[in-house]
């Protein structure tokens, strides 16, 4: 698999007839590195595909690298198999940011970022492309554990399979900023407002059989959202 | 739309081949009231469907009452007027709980909690019904919050679509606890253990037209995981 060189890619991803926003269109971003910051916001992902007719969605961690998204599972798992033989892929990551708080319930809203991405998701099947995406995905989390802990073994590397989505045809939503009411709610005697959310670290526990007391900063230095 | 009586049901929901969960079985959870404090404690989902032969999936907001789940959205939405057609749908909730760091990187996990549904969404037609299970959206992220609006106009209404999946045919899952390692890696001398991550409520942002100061309790309330 190799990369398009992004010095020949236009800065804006291309909107294909099914990823233009119908609803909303105003809160589109097309804009190449603002899709990509929103990808390395978000660490969780729901994959979509069609098995026997019918709809499977599986929700797991993914990561992005340039133009591509990754994902990584069990060999064994179902949906590895599944989207393995080359079937087309629905990925959506979305990052809640906020519950906004409107006048009436009808303009209730929630901020957030979302991208789905339609494509065929390629096995990873090379080696040393395999090994440098898992590093990849160690270092979003905790950037050079991967040098810290022993490599992999043939036996996990056969028992990992790594996919890759091509960002050929995506879309992108963003929602921020407080509550858009009509005029006529306004002086309604009620809150409005955002109250944001976000996902956050937790303090470190550390496993009672670790040799090393205190978890590193690179563990707790993940970025979420 | 007639609920299922509890008191018929089982304790626990049923396993279709479908949801049977292939990998590590040990961490199914078929326990009614487990599988619905899960679905309680999550508030985005993912839902997929097949449309033309192709995949899709909407991120969206759902929440639970009884046997079913329910999401809405806009009328005009493509996603809910597909649904509305009767068609199969594939609901997922997952619930980011925690980074666990194992010694090996093959044994890197996640802590979460998922269920996973597949059935036929129906649309909440009768208008009082409709009605109850709006508020009962509301007072999930804001009890209270309903009575203190003006009740939504019959054109609200009608721009509102109301979808209910029954929870016939689920699976749920929870992964907690720490890192399993191989036994030659115990003392490996890296940190292992877990960081608990969460999704969080922030310090509200009044809209600058607010009548109101500062956030009531109820909008800061919200349970979150």
Redesign the interface.
């Known amino acids: 698999m190799t990369q398009t060189p992004s010095s020949v890619l236009s800065s804006d991803y291309p909107v294909s007839e099914?990823c233009r926003l119908?609803?909303n269109p105003k809160r589109a971003v097309t804009d190449r590195a603002a899709v990509h910051a929103v990808l390395d916001a978000g660490?969780?992902c729901?994959?979509?595909?069609?098995f026997d007719?019918?709809?499977?969605?599986?929700?797991t961690?993914y990561w992005r690298e340039g133009e591509r998204v990754y994902w990584h599972g069990?060999s064994?798992?179902?949906m590895i198999r599944r989207l393995k033989g080359g079937i087309?892929?629905?990925?959506?990551a979305?990052i809640?940011d906020?519950?906004v708080?409107a006048?009436?319930?009808?303009h209730?809203s929630?901020n957030y970022r979302?991208v789905?991405a339609?494509g065929i998701a390629q096995e990873v099947t090379q080696p040393a492309e395999k090994l440098a995406r898992?590093k990849a995905f160690?270092d979003r989390?905790?950037p050079g554990?991967?040098e810290?802990?022993?490599p992999?073994?043939e036996q996990?590397m056969k028992?990992?399979t790594v996919l890759a989505l091509a960002l050929d045809e995506i879309s992108c939503k963003i929602r921020e900023g407080?509550?858009v009411d009509d005029a006529d709610?306004?002086?309604?005697?009620?809150?409005?407002?955002?109250?944001?959310?976000?996902?956050?670290?937790?303090?470190?526990?550390?496993?009672?059989?670790?040799?090393?007391a205190?978890?590193?900063a690179n563990?707790?230095g993940?970025r979420?959202g």
Chains 1, 2 share one sequence.
């Open positions: 099914r119908r609803r660490l969780q729901a994959v979509g595909y069609v007719g019918e709809p499977y969605v599986t929700q961690a069990s064994a798992s179902q087309p892929v629905c990925f959506t979305s809640l906020g519950l708080f006048r009436s319930g009808f209730h929630f979302s789905v339609h898992l160690t989390l905790a554990r991967w810290e802990m022993r992999p073994t996990e028992a990992t407080g509550p709610d306004m002086d309604a005697p009620i809150w409005a407002g955002v109250v944001p959310v976000a996902l956050v670290l937790g303090t470190s526990i550390t496993d009672p059989e670790s040799r090393i205190n978890a590193p563990c707790l993940t979420l």
